[in-house]
């Protein structure tokens, strides 16, 4: 069975411009967390889909992210515009309904430069 | 959510047990512990839960005293292979909530295995 997969596994922008990240859950995993660590600190939660609804986006920083999940299979999270600050590493985890295990895709790595 | 505490890094040999302690003094009644393994450029990993007294899998076991106040994860005689942050977590596990939970991360313990 394939685990979570994202793309790109590493993206360069420069401030201003507008990445959008990718994440393909395990297939019927109806939970969708996107999580990310910026600047060698701690891995922060940002936010969680139940199927294609948003169960908790409490920890998205601001306006310039957008993520979505429709259909409720992969989810696509937007930075727009990047700023110096968003440089940092975004992991996306999924796991099945009432199951508090998450499965952990490898990482993107964003760089704004 | 509880707050988590455990020691920055740990060195150890292979072949060596290792016992990684985490306190998290104001655990709720509800809350579940849980490990996580990172290794560079991956994301993190699930390696064991539990709610109370001890818990054992293949890859490693959990103590918990009878207060909650804090757990140790155990790591049988490790190998190079073992050398990876660790996470302990505090929170809501079991899916409780019936829609999954998001997870708290601290700054975990950088373990490294010599040989």
């Known amino acids: 069975e394939a685990g979570v997969t994202q793309f790109p596994s590493h993206s360069v922008i420069e401030k201003g411009q507008t990445v959008t990240l990718r994440c393909d859950p395990i297939s019927g995993h109806d939970n969708l967390y996107w999580y990310r660590r910026v600047m060698g600190k701690e891995i922060k939660f940002l936010l969680h889909?139940?199927?294609?609804?948003?169960?908790?986006e409490s920890g998205m920083p601001n306006n310039r992210f957008l993520a979505e999940r429709t259909g409720g299979t992969y989810s696509t999270l937007k930075v727009q515009p990047a700023e110096l600050e968003d440089s940092g590493v975004y992991f996306c985890?999924?796991?099945?309904?009432?199951?508090?295990?998450?499965?952990f895709g490898p990482g993107t790595r964003l760089t704004v430069t | 959510l509880a707050k988590t505490t455990q020691p920055i890094s740990m060195d150890s040999y292979e072949g060596q047990e290792v016992n990684i302690t985490c306190s998290h003094n104001?655990?709720?009644?509800?809350?579940?512990i849980t490990w996580y393994q990172q290794f560079p450029s991956q994301g993190p990993r699930f390696i064991i839960q539990?709610?109370?007294t001890k818990v054992t899998n293949e890859v490693a076991s959990l103590f918990i005293p009878a207060d909650r106040k804090s757990s140790t994860l155990s790591l049988p005689r490790v190998s190079l292979s073992d050398t990876a942050v660790y996470y302990c977590?505090?929170?809501?596990?079991?899916?409780?909530?019936?829609?999954?939970?998001?997870?708290?991360f601290g700054t975990g313990t950088q373990l490294k295995v010599e040989l």
């Open positions: 977590l505090v929170g809501e596990g079991k899916g409780l909530t019936g829609g999954g939970n998001k997870l708290t």
């Open positions: 539990g709610y109370k």
């Open positions: 985890a999924s796991s099945p309904l009432a199951q508090s295990e998450q499965y």
């Open positions: 889909f139940v199927k294609e609804s948003k169960q908790d």
């Open positions: 104001n655990i709720a009644t509800n809350d579940y």
